[in-house]
């Protein structure tokens, strides 16, 4: 949020591509049971994922028994206010919620920023 001051070198906008040809994204999160915890393979996934070295991470917890962790890359995290942390959660609330509210490819966008959500 604005009040943290950190250094990226990279943009926070639409998803980009790897050198590898993977596609990175500001936002990545990965989803599970809420019986069951983060994994390394889940959090080197997302990492493998986001468009930043330096990230915040967000929990997010569902209505359904699920639970989402989420890298944020800083320099997106640093231009948001509280107020818009609150409205992404709500947004990934509803995806987490209702299984109707998936994406086919785990791909959504919110205020222009692409995030990717997939299961662990």
Known sequence: MKEM?????LSCGESSTTEAGNKTFPIVGVQFCADDYLTSAGMQ???????????EIRQIDGKCNTIAYFLISAE?????????????EAF????????????????YTWRDHRMHLEYQ
Not at 76 to 88: G, I, K, N, P, R
């Open 45 to 55: 996934k997302m990492m493998s994922l986001l468009n930043s070295d330096e990230f």
């Open 76 to 88: 997106l995290y640093d231009s948001l206010e509280t107020a818009d942390v609150h409205e992404m």
């Open 92 to 107: 990934i609330g509803v995806v987490l919620d209702d299984v109707e509210e998936e994406s086919p490819d785990g791909e």
């Open 5 to 9: 001051k950190t250094k990226t070198r």
